[in-house]
């Protein structure tokens, strides 16, 4: 990939907006953003979390429903495998064809 002649103003404009997402996602989940440090330039950038992640967050939730995420609600357990929890009916419909795969009775 070639150098893309820019102006300093259009860097400076740039450097300020990444630092302003940067800001924005640090208040939402400091965990998504990691920073990398370069000689001229600092950038974050989101990154994927592990599924461990993920599972530790949805644990220290307690009930939540695992299609749309909503928490601290009566949700319905999967009659089934009696593991997955559901806000409503229509979000276990939805999320059968995940589900399906890890579901056992």
């Not at 307690?62 to 997955?84: E, I, P």
């Amino acid at each position: 990939m070639g150098e893309v002649p820019v102006e300093v103003d259009e860097i400076q404009v740039f450097v300020e907006c990444l630092k302003d997402n940067s800001k924005i996602l640090e208040q939402m989940d400091p965990s998504y953003v990691q920073k990398e440090e370069m000689k001229h330039l600092s950038v974050s950038v989101l990154t994927s979390i592990s599924s461990d992640m993920q599972g530790s967050h949805y644990a220290s939730i307690g009930n939540y429903c695992h299609q749309c995420g909503t928490s601290n609600c009566d949700t319905m357990m999967c009659s089934r495998c009696l593991k997955a929890r559901y806000w409503s009916r229509t979000c276990q419909k939805v999320n059968w064809k995940f589900h399906k795969n890890e579901c056992c009775k």
